[in-house]
């Protein structure tokens, strides 16, 4: 917690550099002209690492001409939300609103709105993007260069992503939608109507989920024959396997432990089976060993070659041995390279690695030479430009031909939010993707889960 919140007061000592839209408003202050003291909301909020908490804040506020006013009728928690939870990612503020998947019904727009419109429904990606910067235009909205302004994150990666709902102070600031009513900034780039035909179960994943699996898949590019090993068997993992099966993929190799595993298998396409196959990574070793690992059996699924891609969709935090774990609590290293260099040496010779997973920044020990010497092509998907295809998503959901309810494991209340993110974590009950319903939230569809209620 003390290095997340140091590194953010570090960033208010240096500067943002320009700020084209209002930075670092993560709760909402009356005082501020940000927050309305009349009307307060739930919101899950962040109070250091492994503690979040349920509280009222006041209601936002339009902010800017081109802010909406939502009304959260869904909302989830995503894998990337636990590193936050974990105190993983830096520049997160005590008090800051998490959560960057949600859905609603447009209750006020700012008098510079044009498209969207009060009282319909409305899906928002989890980056804000201004629709017209060179990376908007280019439909890769996810690196907007007008919505993140944090000087840090420059100097550390070289150039900015673009803002994000509820994802520290790093990426700009802005509260998240695991809350009653949030306020979303350059709203008509920013939003899409969800159709009459389209239930929030199913429309709440064009937020993030559904986009980044996809991205995952064809910025990797799954080719079809191709055998494909997924390490992470979460709902971005589950989603990729899916996709890939579209692109034609032979063979969908995950590689994680139970209860994903079980949920994966259970969960997948019966004219599919032949083509699944798993790897539980805890009983296997690592490292310089003659003992089975996860390499060797990725070798063994694929004629002794390796698949010829693998997409990382764990994330960088988790170490499995002593020295990543010793040099991640000491500093010397942000994320450990022990998936990476699965990865890289599972993959056949001129093979492709993705990493869809959370990097924060710097990692040791990294296997290079393999890289080099066998010609493999690592590639960073980045945060996914969601903008670039929810709405060829939307119109799979509307066909028929996606299903994003197939991960969907649970339904809760946002009241229960600070109860189910430590479930979440240790993936109690098999929590795979869940539903989050607020006093605004619509009937139940038909088919998902019931509503789960932890007291």
Not at 49 to 60: I, L, M, N, R
Not at 154 to 166: E, H, L, P, V
Not at 208 to 214: E, G, R, W
Not at 357 to 376: D, E, K, P
Request: some cysteine.
């Amino acid at each position: 917690m003390a290095t997340a919140q140091l590194a953010y007061g570090i960033e208010k000592i240096v500067g943002h550099g320009p700020e084209h839209i209002k930075q670092d408003i993560s709760t909402f202050d009356p005082s501020k002209g940000t927050g309305d003291a009349s009307e307060l909301m739930k919101a899950l909020v962040w109070e250091g690492a492994k503690k979040v908490q349920v509280v009222e804040v006041p209601k936002p506020k339009i902010v800017e001409p081109t802010d909406v006013i939502l009304k959260v009728t869904g909302s989830t928690i995503c894998g990337s939300d636990l590193h936050l939870f974990h105190g993983a990612v830096m520049q997160m503020n005590k008090g800051d609103i998490l959560g960057h998947e949600f859905c609603g019904i447009v209750e006020q727009v700012g008098p510079a709105v044009q498209k969207v419109k009060p009282g319909k429904r409305y899906v928002v990606s989890f980056q804000i993007a201004c629709g017209h910067c060179f990376y908007c235009k280019n439909k890769l909205s996810s690196q907007c260069e007008m919505t993140n302004s944090n000087t840090q994150m420059k100097a550390m990666y070289g150039g900015r992503t673009a803002g994000i709902f509820g994802y520290s102070h790093l990426t700009g600031g802005f509260a998240g939608g695991q809350a009653e009513y949030v306020r979303v900034p350059l709203a008509d780039a920013n939003m899409l109507e969800i159709p009459d035909d389209v239930p929030d179960e199913k429309a709440l994943y064009l937020s993030d989920v559904l986009p980044t699996s996809y991205n995952g898949v064809k910025d990797t590019a799954v080719y079809p024959g191709d055998a494909l090993a997924l390490f992470g068997g979460g709902p971005i993992g589950q989603m990729m396997g899916i996709f890939a099966l579209g692109e034609g993929a032979s063979k969908v190799i995950y590689v994680d432990t139970e209860p994903r595993l079980s949920f994966i298998k259970s969960h997948w396409p019966a004219e599919h089976a032949d083509k699944l196959h798993l790897i539980d990574f805890k009983q296997l070793s690592f490292g310089i060993t003659n003992k089975e690992t996860v390499v060797s059996k990725l070798k063994d699924l694929t004629d002794n070659r390796g698949p010829d891609v693998a997409i990382d969709c764990a994330a960088g935090e988790y170490a499995k041995g002593w020295l990543h774990w010793l040099e991640m609590q000491v500093g010397a290293e942000t994320d450990t390279s022990e998936i990476i260099n699965e990865m890289v040496e599972g993959v056949r010779n001129y093979g492709r690695v993705g990493l869809t997973g959370v990097y924060v920044g710097y990692t040791n020990h990294f296997n290079v030479g393999s890289l080099m010497q066998r010609g493999i092509r690592l590639i960073g998907n980045g945060q996914a430009p969601v903008h670039k295809y929810w709405e060829e998503l939307l119109q799979k959901i509307r066909d028929g031909t996606l299903d994003p309810t197939i991960m969907l494991s649970h339904r809760v209340r946002l009241d229960d939010m600070d109860k189910v993110y430590h479930k979440f974590d240790t993936k109690e009950d098999a929590m795979q993707k869940i539903f989050v319903e607020t006093k605004f939230s619509l009937p139940r569809a038909p088919g998902t889960p019931e509503l789960t209620t932890y007291e």
